[in-house]
């Protein structure tokens, strides 16, 4: 179940997510030992939820519209770069 905006969705009536679930789960330490140099965003909770008004629907990787412009920033930072509005009035 995920709640987004006070609105709960339930993803269990997908029977291949647990599974997608527990292969991604699965791949993590192989991933970690190959790619120890890897950099990893993080983002607040709050922007991990899903969008109810989402243009192609609501599903777990559809997130807020406020996650985006998020990730952005913390992607510039990460590769040292400037915000994308920095130096504008």
Do not use: T
Request: some cysteine.
């Amino acid at each position: 179940m995920a709640v987004s905006c006070g609105v709960a969705s339930d993803f269990s009536k997908d029977a291949l997510a647990p599974q997608h679930s527990a292969l991604l789960e699965s791949h993590f330490p192989e991933v970690k030992r190959l790619a120890a140099q890897v950099k990893v965003l993080r983002l607040a909770p709050q922007f991990f939820a899903a969008d109810p008004s989402h243009k192609w629907s609501i599903e777990p990787f559809h997130y807020l519209q406020a996650y985006y412009p998020e990730f952005m920033l913390e992607l510039r930072k990460l590769m040292g770069l400037q915000p994308a509005n920095a130096g504008r009035a």
